[in-house]
């Protein structure tokens, strides 16, 4: 089972640890300044953004995650909590840090 990722971001919090460093994206374990709290607003925005760059619509990437374009738009107008499956394939796909997509760090950082 997939642990939700409001428990994942207690749990890095705990052991101060980043949630890209569970996911295995980076090897480093901590960012500097980051944030406690997933923010709602900023992770939705930030999927959007990332959604309009890669010039996918909501129900293209729906299909590219196996779920509904009113799962995504609900993520995206902060209503709801990206899923964790879902924010690792996005991540993955799109080589983007899941800390900076939900708010927790400022600087976007690319995977490698």
Known sequence: TTIPLIHLNTLCNY????????????????????????????????????????????IKLGNILS????TIASYESGKQLIATHFLYQICKKYNISADYLLGKIDEPKYLK
């Open 15 to 58: 052991f101060k640890v980043s949630i890209d460093y569970i996911l295995g994206f980076t090897s480093k374990k901590q960012y500097q300044k980051i944030k406690e709290n997933i923010d709602l607003k900023i992770a939705g925005m930030r999927l959007k953004e990332l959604r309009k760059e890669n010039k996918l619509t909501l």
């Open 67 to 70: 779920c509904s374009y009113g």
